[in-house]
Structure formats: structure tokens, C-alpha cells
């Protein structure tokens, strides 16, 4: 299976709460998660990304989570700000199928409520 | 960061003509364009893969005819819609490949294009 599931399909946050997306896939040769925000009528821009040899990387109030056993990985907004009000969109690749298209999940509408 | 712009950013045609987007990489070169529809409040879908010097590789479901892609360059890649009809009206992305293990793809603004 090439699918990545995403979900909540949309999440309401409190200005300074945590956002927490998750995604979830079933192809173990997937060797490249990235994350992506896009506001609207844009094009999407790439957040930050994780390989499988690690299982947390940060940057700024960006977290991914990643769980290999689990086939798992989640994206944290820390201090999450109105401004950071946007769709956001993980994906899966891996450089031996079709050479490393992207698989994207649903799409999560995140509105941070001042 | 890679930069990858897309020209015009909005198009508005009446139906039968063609419409040709650019895609360019301006601070990289990219081996591998991805063009992609997006519908409001839907995920990104596939169109094509353009490879610089070779024939698109087609999602199953996209017509080719009418779906026209051209890598000419490391840094350019067309996608034309020919004799486009207002259900062809969507948001049109492509994103550029950089050369390097991580298969990172930087995405350009989009392109609305509506057709009457």
C-alpha cells in the first residue's frame, strides 16, 4: 500500500496551545517524511522533514515525532501562534518507487484561535 | 533555500484555447519537475513526472494529450493545457527536485487557472 493517512482532518487550537497532526503509513521502504504548510492560494512550502534513523527531530517550535515500529510520525507546533494558521500536509517518498514521488496524506486545516 | 517560481501566477481563457505554465528553479537545478491539480480543500494529485531531456511519466488517469509537459532545461519545465474546458479550472503547482539524497522538493506558488 502507497497511501499516508492523515488525521484530524481539521484542528481548532488556542493561541499558545500544542497542535499535534498525525500520519500514519504502510510502506516500510519509505525512507523520507517531510512536512509541508500551506496557506491559501499558495503553493505548499516544506517545513521540515525526518529520516527513519532518528525518531525526533526539531526545529524552532517544530517537532516531528517518529515511530518505525509503529509505521507512524507527527508533527508538534509548539506555542502554536495564529499565524501558523494553515493547511498542513506530511508526505512519504523513498528514492526506489517512482523515483521518490511524494505520497501526501489528506491535508489538516489548522486554525489557532487568539 | 531552493527557490521555485511558476509564471503566470493567474490565468483566466475561454474554453478551446491552450494555456501554458512555466516552472522554473532559480537557484538549483533540478533533474526531476512534478506537476500537480489541487481542488479547494483537497490534497495535492499527481499529474506528472518531467524528467530534464526525457518523455513525462503520466499518472494513471491524465490524459497526455491534453496534459502537455516539457523539461527543456535543469531549470525549466512547461506544462501546457490544450484545449482546455472549465472543468481543466484548478490550481496547478509544480515542484523541483534537488539533485541529493534526501529527494527534498521545493514547490512553487501555483497557477489558478480558470476557464470559461
Excluded at chain 1, 72 to 83: E, V
Excluded at chain 2, 28 to 42: E, I, S
Excluded at chain 2, 54 to 61: C, F, L, R, V, W
Aim: proline share 5%; aromatic share 12%.
Amino acid at each position: 500500500q502507497q497511501q499516508v493517512k492523515q488525521s484530524p482532518q481539521s484542528l481548532i487550537v488556542q493561541k499558545g496551545g500544542i497542535s499535534i497532526i498525525n500520519c500514519a503509513y504502510e510502506n516500510t521502504a519509505f525512507d523520507y517524511f517531510p512536512w509541508y504548510q500551506q496557506f491559501p492560494g499558495k503553493g505548499p512550502a516544506l517545513l521540515i522533514a525526518i529520516r527513519p534513523d532518528v525518531s525526533e527531530k526539531k526545529e524552532g517550535r517544530f517537532t516531528i515525532s517518529f515511530n518505525k515500529s509503529a509505521k507512524q510520525f507527527s508533527l508538534h507546533i509548539m506555542d502554536s501562534q495564529p499565524g501558523d494558521s494553515a493547511t498542513y500536509f506530511c508526505a512519504a517518498s523513498t528514492e526506489g518507487y517512482q523515483g521518490g514521488k511524494l505520497i501526501f496524506g489528506q491535508g489538516t486545516e489548522l486554525s489557532v484561535k487568539p | 533555500g531552493a527557490v521555485v517560481s511558476q509564471h503566470p501566477s493567474r490565468v483566466i481563457c475561454k474554453s478551446g484555447t491552450s494555456v501554458k505554465i512555466e516552472c522554473r528553479s532559480l537557484d538549483f537545478q533540478a533533474t526531476t519537475m512534478f506537476w500537480y491539480r489541487q481542488f479547494p480543500k483537497q490534497s495535492l494529485m499527481l499529474m506528472a513526472t518531467s524528467n530534464e531531456g526525457s518523455k513525462a511519466t503520466y499518472e494513471q488517469g491524465v490524459e497526455k494529450d491534453k496534459f502537455l509537459i516539457n523539461h527543456a532545461s535543469l531549470t525549466l519545465s512547461t506544462l501546457t493545457v490544450t484545449s482546455a474546458h472549465p472543468e481543466d479550472s484548478s490550481f496547478y503547482i509544480c515542484s523541483a527536485r534537488v539533485r541529493g539524497p534526501y529527494n527534498e522538493q521545493f514547490f512553487g506558488p501555483g497557477t489558478r487557472l480558470t476557464v470559461l
